[in-house]
Nanobody, 123 residues
C-alpha cells in the first residue's frame, strides 16, 4: 500500500512560481497513476493535473493548461507539481492522490490521498 505526503506549500505573489512535491512510501508506486487536485473554501474538489504510471501521458485541467506541469520519478517515488504564472484563483489546498493503474480526472476514483498543503496567492 502506498502512502503519500505533500511538501509544504506557501504564499506566492501573483505571477510567481512554486513547486510542490509528493513523496510516496511503499514499493508499488510505479503501479499508480498520480494526480493533483485542489479545493478552495466553499468549492468542490477540482482536478488539476495527472500523469500516467510511466510518465508518458498527462491530463490537464482546463484552468491550468499552459501554466502547470507534472512530473514523476519512479526511482525516487516522487511526483512534482510545477506551478507557474500563479493567479489569486489558484489559492487552495492542494492534494496529491494515487489511482491504481490508470489516470482519471474524478476525485472519487482515487483511493489514496495525501494530507493536503495550502497554496495562497494574494490578490
Amino acid at each position: 500500500q502506498v502512502q503519500l505526503v505533500e511538501s509544504e506549500g506557501g504564499l506566492v505573489q501573483a505571477g510567481g512560481s512554486l513547486r510542490l512535491s509528493c513523496a510516496a512510501s511503499g514499493r508499488t508506486f510505479s503501479n499508480y497513476a498520480m494526480g493533483w487536485f485542489r479545493q478552495a473554501p466553499g468549492k468542490e474538489r477540482e482536478f488539476v493535473i495527472a500523469i500516467s504510471r510511466t510518465g508518458g501521458s498527462i491530463l490537464y485541467g482546463n484552468s491550468v493548461k499552459g501554466r502547470f506541469t507534472i512530473s514523476r520519478d519512479n526511482a525516487k517515488n516522487t511526483v512534482d507539481l510545477q506551478m507557474n504564472s500563479l493567479k489569486p484563483e489558484d489559492t487552495a489546498v492542494y492534494y496529491c492522490a494515487a489511482r491504481y493503474y490508470g489516470g482519471s480526472t474524478k476525485p472519487r476514483q482515487y483511493a489514496i490521498w495525501g494530507q493536503g498543503t495550502q497554496v495562497t496567492v494574494p490578490s
